[in-house]
């Protein structure tokens, strides 16, 4: 049976739902009545406007403060999903950090610094590992449970023939190798909660060129489909299918 069946008055955490794909899972899942209710994070009102604007209509959607680099913070949210709901089936972590302010992805080693890589890793990876922790009373219950992290087919080191995006690039590994780690301490659950790591098309955002596209104008998706391709994604899992690194057609990915 595939986890889609049990998608069925799921309750659903968003991990950063302020803006691109996590605002467009969001969306997704509030126009569809089979879902229970949706929980999205973000980090600042003032770029979680829509997400916002989305809760004042919905008594379906609470929206919950949430910087993933802060593990007070984490369980401060968690203590208020809490207080409201004893379980969770889905959650997916949809933050992620390419470039900030005068950051941006190194093309060569020379641009590495110790402080953009350590911001790398604790946004992309270390984030979503503290997570699983934390989650882990709201994911232990009678029915399946699905922890889905985006990744990016840029962090499999079997795929890296362009090099450059040093910090991208293993912090994704990291995260893939964690939750990979995850998958199998959870798999003698009963029943099991699956952990896995899985890929978006790269895609068009708000109007512009998203640096993730590294600029390229081709293969670019809208964040529906990309949401829509990954929820197919979900749906068809399987109990084995826990620790898959997915890309987003449901293929398999090389580490
Ligand atoms: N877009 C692509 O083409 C592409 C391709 C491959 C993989 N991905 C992956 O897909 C995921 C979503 O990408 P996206 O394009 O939707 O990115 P995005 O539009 O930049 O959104 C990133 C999200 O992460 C949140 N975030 C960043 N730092 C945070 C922190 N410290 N604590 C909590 N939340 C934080 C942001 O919140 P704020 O609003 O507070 O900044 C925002 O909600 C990422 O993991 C990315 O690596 C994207």
């Known amino acids: 049976m595939n986890f889609g069946t049990s998608l069925q008055s799921a309750n659903v955490l968003i991990v950063g739902a302020s803006q691109g794909i996590g605002l467009g899972f969001v969306r997704h899942l509030l126009a569809d009545p089979h879902f229970q209710h949706v929980y999205g994070t973000f980090r600042q009102a003032s770029t979680a406007e829509d997400l916002l604007a989305l809760a004042q209509p919905s008594a379906r959607l609470t929206p919950l403060v949430m910087d993933v680099t802060s593990e007070d913070s984490m369980a401060e949210a968690v203590a208020t999903l809490q207080a409201q709901t004893s379980q969770l089936h889905l959650v997916v972590y949809c933050v992620g950090l390419l470039h900030e302010g005068d950051f941006q992805p190194e093309k060569s080693v020379r641009q590495l610094s110790s402080e953009n890589l350590l911001r790398s890793f604790q946004v992309n990876a270390i984030g979503a590992a503290l997570l699983t922790k934390h989650l882990l009373p709201l994911l232990k219950h009678d029915r399946p449970s699905v922890?889905?992290?985006?990744?990016?087919?840029?962090?499999?080191?079997?795929?890296?023939?362009?090099?450059?995006?040093?910090?991208?690039?293993?912090?994704?590994?990291?995260?893939?190798?964690?939750?990979?780690?995850?998958?199998?301490?959870?798999?003698?659950?009963?029943?099991?909660?699956?952990?896995?790591?899985?890929?978006?098309?790269?895609?068009?955002?708000?109007?512009?060129?998203?640096?993730?596209?590294?600029?390229?104008?081709?293969?670019?998706?809208?964040?529906?489909?990309?949401?829509?391709?990954?929820?197919?994604?979900?749906?068809?899992?399987?109990?084995?299918?826990?620790?898959?690194?997915?890309?987003?057609?449901?293929?398999?990915?090389?580490?």
């Open 147 to 255: 922890f889905a992290a985006i990744s990016a087919k840029v962090g499999s080191i079997g795929d890296n023939r362009l090099g450059g995006w040093y910090g991208y690039r293993a912090s994704k590994a990291a995260l893939n190798m964690l939750i990979k780690t995850a998958s199998l301490e959870y798999a003698r659950q009963k029943p099991p909660t699956q952990f896995l790591p899985c890929c978006t098309p790269a895609l068009r955002i708000r109007a512009c060129l998203n640096p993730f596209s590294g600029g390229a104008a081709r293969k670019l998706f809208p964040v529906e489909r990309t949401v829509a391709q990954l929820m197919a994604v979900l749906e068809q899992l399987e109990p084995a299918d826990s620790g898959e690194f997915f890309n987003w057609d449901g293929s398999r990915l090389p580490w």
